[in-house]
Antibody
Framework: EVQLVESGGGLVQPGGSLRLSCVVS????????MNWVRQAPGKGLEWVSY????????YYIDSVKGRFTISRDNAKNSLYLQMNSLRAEDTAVYHC???????????WGQGTLVTVSS | DIQLTQSPSFLSASVGDRVTITCRAS??????LAWYQQKPGKAPKLLIY???TLPSGVPSGFSGSGSGTEFTLTISTLQPEDFATYYC?????????FGQGTKVEI
């Protein structure tokens, strides 16, 4: 069974940092591109970042460029999102999602909540 | 960035109804469009990819069509478990934008 489990969310002050993790199982992680998608409370889905199966290429939404860094460790079946200089507008549930060559996100984690507030 | 506009944003329907949701792209995305269903507190679920392809396990009552800039998601006979929010997503270019969502309510 394909599983994606996020962790690392929590309450952080504006300007602070968090590192999110997504541990996967049930498939060969190194064969798949991965994404982070977020959803602010009561709002829609927003794609945040993409990383290719071997660690490149990497893409970000403009609003997080220079503040967030996506990475992966294929030996540990893990995806990461380092988030620095956090802002109130980064408050959201962050989901990791598996990308397919057929261009879709076919498996998602349940998400981890990041709250940026003083 | 490519903008996706879904219509309607809210839809009130009854069990057994035929429902159609439209997604319009601000530029040509060929057939690189996916549809997702999300229920409260849950992760999104892939319903359709490549505009019209159903992944295994998705009920045949769901169908998708379109290419270029206009796409539709149709639920042929609304079931109780279909009341949810539906999102389209373009995967032609980065950033991988989503539509604003369509909430299907009883």
């Amino acid at each position: 069974e394909v599983q994606l489990v996020e962790s690392g969310g929590g309450l952080v002050q504006p300007g602070g940092s968090l590192r999110l993790s997504c541990v996967v199982s049930g498939f060969t992680f190194s064969n798949f591109d991965m994404n982070w998608v977020r959803q602010a409370p009561g709002k829609g889905l927003e794609w945040v970042s993409y990383i290719g199966s071997s660690g490149s290429p990497i893409y970000y939404i403009d609003s997080v460029k220079g503040r967030f860094t996506i990475s992966r460790d294929n030996a540990k079946n893990s995806l990461y999102l380092q988030m620095n200089s956090l802002r109130a507008e980064d408050t959201a549930v962050y989901h990791c999602a598996r990308g397919r060559v057929t261009r879709n996100f076919d498996s998602w984690g349940q998400g981890t909540l990041v709250t940026v507030s003083s | 960035d490519i903008q996706l506009t879904q219509s309607p944003s809210f839809l009130s329907a009854s069990v057994g109804d035929r429902v159609t949701i439209t997604c319009r792209a601000s530029q040509d995305i060929s057939t690189y469009l996916a549809w997702y269903q999300q229920k409260p507190g849950k992760a999104p679920k892939l319903l359709i990819y490549a505009a019209s392809t159903l992944p295994s396990g998705v009920p045949s009552g769901f169908s998708g069509s379109g290419s270029g800039t206009e796409f539709t998601l149709t639920i042929s006979t609304l079931q109780p478990e279909d009341f949810a929010t539906y999102y389209c997503q373009q995967l032609n270019v980065f950033p991988r934008t989503f539509g604003q969502g369509t909430k299907v309510e009883i």
